[in-house]
């Protein structure tokens, strides 16, 4: 009997799911299965790209997820409401569930997976992160039998396209974010990916498969690529680095004994990333995920991290391994735990004060006698040691200065900066662009 | 109840393996019901990295796979035989199987996978190709929904740390490859490495995965790496490319009406790749694996491709896919059936001589005048149009030449090349270092 799907919506990501599904010749033998039993739709008889029975379609999403029927609801209309309530009465109707909703799941993760858990059905979300990559699946499956140190991620589009066309062309954020916009790449409101939140919800997915626990998204450290600028990309470039938005979720160790503790560090920001890095190459809208782990070490997933096809592809992946459940598993039978969410407690995250890193920072300062004493003072009067200091530009007597430290607590050089502001021209707080990162990336 | 594991071969996987199974904390919760119960080993008394209960160890390895306690066996001895025969009984006692075992797969995988849907069990194989990276599983399941264009790996760590190395280094292939045999990277009898079989094996394994058929290994084209040499290397950076040693399978297309036809071409061997694309900065002793398809577009899989920790988590994950199968499955249910192996039919594979590409050539020929029209003829006498032609190097009155070709099917170039043997100075029949590759790596 073939497993019967609804989809709510048939925006892009839906009409590129229901066009694989509807096409299952030369996909896994199991898609011929599946059906595309009802669709929810805002308007009814706007043209689609793929072909949709009348009698299919309803403007009644409700009646989808309450259809005795359906066995799987896809959620694929994306925003906070009502998906969040579809899926919570899909689950309590004992559907199983798959969403592309990153900003659901990253929000109200807890609520969905306590429902699913005691409904007994799946919550499936392999397009949430990374579009079309294979990633949550592998962390949940493969990976899961390492012990996990860290996931770092490059895992929005927009941000990377734009920072690898300020790499490419030197140019500067703002210019090249209005072309982006033009072009497609980035939303008329850019915050949600400039400012990198949409990176802080997808970390704040990925760390809570890789560790096994539930994250509380307000503990995610998250500042975006605006204040990064085509000297900053410049000078990272001659001191051997690449500037990228790292999405970052990483077992924390105790800075003096290096020992493991049962706590996460959880930050997305402008990172200095080394040429010879595997994450230094992933370049334009493209996604890479990297996991380290014991005993596996390093491991790189890499492809689309958006777009219709690649989504879509992720998605009916999805749906696949719940329909290939259903097969096999007896009515009787738990559910197999490898697809079931199995944590329930919330992760404890390090304060962002305490993480130790290398850190630049480019600083304008007024050109005159001293002024680099005075600024060495302001570090050194909060313990932040220093390993260069270069002027790089001059021009109407204010001298631009990047700032390079050791390791060093994040709170002393935050502190370090308060105090270096007074020695700045500029009215603005200095702002840290990029943290160095050394250890962390050999 | 423990799901209770057989390990055949107490080797570098299979202590790494029991390594991870004995130390579950900090891994998947599900890890904690899976129990070492036996291990086969030749030398019961050897010490070894991993502390196994005397009681457990035997040197009767028929005495696991008939035990009818034991739910997996797990064969990490390696070679021919036993290991196939052992995997059979096992398979015929009803036991799922979990093998690292690239080359009985590539060999025997016929009569395994066959025996396998009889006795419906699983034989998983994740730890055959890419060491610790997950690439099987996701070709079987996430992949599996897209119509798969190419799989494209480098897939042979020695011959990638000796190929990246003679990059490096600008050293030859003969000192390098010595250099890596003492340093333990190359073995002793480096054949089945440098001569590109054991890349054939592993490509034939995700060729039957990606295109869901099976596969006669002695249709898959191998050339190994002896043949490059520093100045091929140097050269092609000179032209914006490094060597890679590629495996490649691939749904062939018609050269005219470049319609997908149900065939593959299927072939390993030292590879042109721009340095701008995905697999050119894989170095050292890592893997990696395109996969192309519609509607994903490219996603690559990066990461340590052999030694025992990597290996162990490939052998583990797959312990671990059985073991929550056993959990969620029903006695009278269907294996699922994105575990078991589907297929039963064999791929139709292109004869290499009709494979279309561009060509590059390394030529040694007497410095005399008319010595380039000449070669220019042998290649126009088959139809091999020439893009380039470039004297690289001259001494002793001998110039070494370089041809690099447009589109041409091989069988023409192979006849070229041996009409041009009669103008190069070299006894050996001139040799193809390699293909140079375009609308194939965009």
């Given at each position: 009997m073939a497993v019967k799907v609804g989809l709510l919506g048939l925006g892009t990501v839906g009409a590129g799911t229901a066009a694989i599904l509807l096409d299952p010749a030369g996909r896994h033998p199991l898609m011929a299965d599946i059906e595309v039993y009802r669709v929810g739709v805002r308007s009814p008889n706007k043209p689609r790209p793929v072909e949709i029975a009348p009698d299919r379609l309803t403007t009644d999403l409700e009646s989808i997820v309450t259809d005795p029927d359906v066995d799987i609801v896809v959620e694929v209309?994306?925003?906070?409401e009502p998906a969040r309530s579809l899926i919570l009465k899909a689950i309590h109707q004992g559907k199983h569930v798959v969403t592309a909703n990153k900003a659901v799941i990253a929000r109200y993760g807890d609520e969905i997976f306590t429902a699913a858990n005691e409904a007994g059905v799946y919550v499936l979300l392999e397009a949430a992160v990374g579009g079309g990559i294979p990633v949550i699946q592998p962390l949940k499956q493969a990976l899961g039998v390492n012990r996990i140190h860290a996931v770092t991620g490059i895992v929005n589009g927009t941000t990377n396209y734009i920072l690898t066309r300020m790499q490419q062309e030197g140019g500067d954020f703002e210019p090249i974010l209005a072309d982006a916009q033009k072009l497609g790449y980035a939303e008329a409101d850019p915050s949600a990916d400039v400012d990198g939140l949409d990176a802080a919800d997808k970390i704040a997915i990925l760390a809570s498969l890789a560790f096994g626990g539930r994250i509380n998204l307000a503990d995610v450290h998250s500042e975006g690529?605006?204040?990064?600028?085509a000297a900053d990309i410049t000078y990272a470039d001659q001191l051997g680095f690449v500037i990228k938005l790292l999405a970052i979720a990483r077992r924390d160790t105790c800075p003096v004994s290096n020992e493991v503790l049962d706590q996460l560090q959880l930050r997305v920001h402008p990172t200095l990333v080394p040429k010879t890095h595997p994450l230094a190459s992933i370049n334009d809208v493209y996604n890479a995920i990297l996991v380290e782990g014991d005993p596996i070490g390093q491991v790189m997933f890499f492809g689309p991290g958006a777009g219709a096809g690649p989504t879509a592809s992720a998605v009916v992946s999805d749906i696949l391994s719940i329909a290939a459940s259903l097969k096999s598993q007896g009515a009787t039978q738990a559910p197999n735990p490898l697809l079931a969410c199995t944590h329930q407690h919330y992760c404890k995250v390090s304060p962002m004060a305490d993480i130790v890193s290398r850190f630049y920072v480019r600083l304008r300062v007024l050109d005159q006698p001293g002024v680099i004493g005075q600024l060495g003072l302001c570090f050194g009067n909060h313990e932040v040691s220093i390993e260069s200091v270069v002027q790089i530009d001059l021009h109407d007597g204010v001298a631009e200065i990047v700032v390079v430290t050791h390791e060093v607590r994040e709170a002393n050089f935050q502190t370090a900066l308060d105090e270096a502001a007074g020695v700045c021209v500029h009215s603005d707080r200095a702002q840290r662009t990029a943290g160095v990162v050394d250890h962390q990336f050999r």
């Open positions: 209309m994306g925003g906070l690529i605006r204040h990064v600028s």
